[in-house]
């Protein structure tokens, strides 16, 4: 080897230092030149400035999602009233918020990894009500969650809440976010005014049961007709099953169909009734007075029309509409089809009197009678009373009916038929 010329080790280690990779310099042989790296120069190597362009902006968007992140995390944890649970597609828990850890019980090493199911009761594992409700999401989109869950402890509360699926853009199903409350306290207040409303029910069937008996053989001493004695029981039973009715609904009023259909039902209507309208929940006052006006209709098409006959019909529509004004109306019709023909009375007895006259002074409705030939029809128009709803979720009203304005025609086709 020539003096001057530098030796193997020292060139690959100048090179080493050359490309930042320095060697430990009790490596390096004694007569090694020294070669201290520098960084490229960004103007004379425009593919070092990109680099270097490249990273920044690398930086600037990884502080961006780190603070988008935070602000997150913070924003979730903040609902410390709400349970708010995220689950793989295995229905496993992959993470949750503050809310769910003091709902719960768990700490988040606790519960992350473990299958959602240990929050549901014995009862529901063994008939996979877990398993149900993660399908139900993933396939329709939402699953409401009301019923009994497990905390940490062992101990019950109830949850109210929903769970909905997460995707991605390509709308591949990434897991599930579980959102819920505590709703323990409501619950309880719930089940204890739905026993206060049955043992409501229970005295006033009581009441009623001793009325009828008392008039049952009051009236039977005082020598009155069976006919009379026979109609007033019946009215009678009418009213308690207006208020069976009432009880079922928690006294926050009736569907209306259910109304038409319990007074037909004594006299084997069913079969030849047509229920048509949107769903309709009446106020419990309009429950008590609307259910006598339809019982009395249902008396006399039992002895005199439609009901009378194994070809008779009764059709029973309902519609709603608005006034100028602004207030609500239900309008109803009672049409009888295929009885005896129908002539005009000569005098107007209870039924009638309760129609025309009841209805006007307790709901301030209106009610017009027609005796055409091929069958009665009555046409009932009420005010919508406090209480009353036109939706399906009758009681809350979430999905309030469209009203039409003016007056309405006749009858559309079934909404709901007891055919």
Known sequence: ????????????????????????PSKLPRDAQEIVYRPPDSVADPAGRAA?????????????????????????????????????PDGRVKDCNEGARAILGYSSAEIIGRSGELLFPAEDRATGVFESEVQRAAQEGCAINERWHLRHDGSRFWASGTMLPLRDDDGRLEGFVNIFRDNTKIRAEEERRALLVAEMGHRIKNLLATVQ????????????????????????MALARSHDLLTRGGWHGAPLADLVRDAVSPYGGNNLLEVHGPPLRLAPEAVEMLNLALHELSTNAAKHGALSVPEGSVQVCWDLRRTESGTRLVEITWRERGGPPVTQPEHHGFGTRLLEHGLAQKLNGTVKLDFHPEGLECHICLPMMPGSTGSPQERDGRRQIPLPDGPLGECKGPTTSGR
Do not use: W, Y
């Open 1 to 24: 080897m020539s003096e001057g010329a530098p030796s193997r080790c020292a060139r690959n280690n100048g090179v080493m230092a050359a490309a930042g990779q320095l060697a430990p």
């Open 52 to 88: 270097e362009d490249r990273i920044a902006e690398l930086e600037a968007e990884n502080r961006t999602l780190r603070t988008e992140a935070t602000r997150l995390r913070s924003l979730l944890d903040s609902a410390k009233d709400h349970a708010i649970i995220t689950l793989g």
């Open 213 to 236: 008996a008392v008039a049952a053989q009051t009236l039977r001493r005082a020598g009155v007709p069976e006919t009379v004695r026979k109609a007033f029981n019946d009215r009678l």
